[in-house]
Nanobody
Framework: QVQLVESGGGSVEAGGSLRLSCTAS???????MGWFRQTPGNEREGVAC???????GYENFAEGRFTISQDKSKNTLYLQMNNVRPEDTAMYYC???????????????WGQGTQVTVSS
């Protein structure tokens, strides 16, 4: 079993930046790791992922504004969010043990989420 703990969420004005962190209880290799987000009443959607190859994947809305990265020495996944918009307001979740990049149903482990609120 793997526990994932997110941090770094909060309130920010439009155009600002946030960095989300997700620390795993142990090293996870050989599977996809990713960030997802969800707003009340809506399906969870993918944001970005790191593939087992090390290549990155992004949803269109995240491309050019968000950057996913990891520090394997710290078992930590990051999401740098720049130039945020009010529509980025959501609960953000990290996930691990995935078998595809942005398919939420394909991940085995999930964090508890961290709230990001962007004001205009």
């Amino acid at each position: 079993q793997v526990q994932l703990v997110e941090s770094g969420g909060g309130s920010v004005e439009a155009g600002g930046s946030l960095r989300l962190s997700c620390t795993a209880s142990r090293s996870i290799t050989g599977s996809y790791m990713g960030w997802f987000r969800q707003t009340p009443g809506n399906e969870r959607e993918g944001v970005a992922c790191i593939k087992p190859s090390g290549r990155l994947g992004y949803e269109n809305f995240a491309e050019g504004r968000f950057t996913i990265s990891q520090d394997k020495s710290k078992n930590t996944l990051y999401l740098q969010m720049n130039n945020v918009r009010p529509e980025d307001t959501a609960m953000y979740y990290c996930a691990a043990g995935g078998t595809s990049c942005l398919g939420g149903r394909d991940y085995r482990y999930w964090g508890q989420g961290t709230q990001v609120t962007v004001s205009s």
